[in-house]
């Protein structure tokens, strides 16, 4: 994973400069540890960012600028019940394999980013705001299975039968999956607070299912 991350270094490497003359250069940063750094951070986010994304509307959800402040506006959200009845309203024919598959969707981006999480333990410098962002993607994904499960009871309800066992084998994948990226979050905060060149004080944040 570490390799992967390092594959985007090209990308953060080169910055634009004015010189006195008014012309812009292109100039290449001479520090590979800041280079990895950075890509390592923006790895995070974009599989955070993979996570968020959901087919149900949010209310003016809070940004992530918003999240690495702490800000939180629940009151802007819509409710559990009305995501799920939305969402079910605008799937097709064989609802039940369309909640499915998406919930392997988010799964699957939900594991990857526990992936890049993992692979930033022990990075050069990890941040308060890498173990927002995890912060964020778990609550992302609690509100995920609290609708998805609630769109499986709308449909089963409607004549399309849902297992019971599907249902409790879709919570139980993302309790796992929770709990990883808990896990993952608590490392980086124990990674920051023993941070020597840290200069804030605060309580690193314990996650759990």
């Not at 087919?55 to 800000?71: D, I, N």
């Not at 995890?134 to 609290?146: F, K, N, P, T, Y």
Request: with cysteine; aromatic share 4%.
């Amino acid at each position: 994973m570490r390799f992967k991350l390092r594959l985007s270094l090209a990308a953060l490497s080169v910055a634009a400069a004015v010189t006195s003359s008014g012309c812009s250069t292109v100039v290449l940063s001479q520090d590979p540890q800041q280079q990895e750094t950075a890509a390592e951070h923006a790895a995070l986010a974009e599989a955070a960012s993979a996570v968020a994304a959901a087919p149900w509307p949010k209310t003016a959800p809070a940004s992530w600028s918003e999240r690495l402040a702490g800000a939180d506006q629940p009151e802007l959200r819509i409710s559990t019940t009305d995501a799920a009845q939305h969402y079910v309203a605008s799937l097709g024919v064989a609802r039940r394999d369309a909640v499915l598959a998406e919930a392997a969707r988010h799964l699957s981006a939900a594991r990857a980013l526990v992936e890049v999480a993992e692979a930033m333990s022990g990075a050069l410098r990890p941040v308060m705001a890498d173990v927002s962002l995890v912060e964020g993607a778990i609550s992302d994904l609690r509100q995920a299975r609290d609708i998805y499960l609630a769109s499986l009871k709308l449909i089963d309800r409607a004549g399309e039968p849902v297992a019971a066992a599907e249902a409790r084998r879709l919570k139980s994948d993302f309790g796992a999956v929770i709990g990883a990226l808990g896990a993952a979050a608590d490392r980086l905060a124990e990674e920051v607070e023993s941070d020597p060149r840290r200069t804030f004080a605060g309580p690193a944040p314990r996650f759990v299912n």
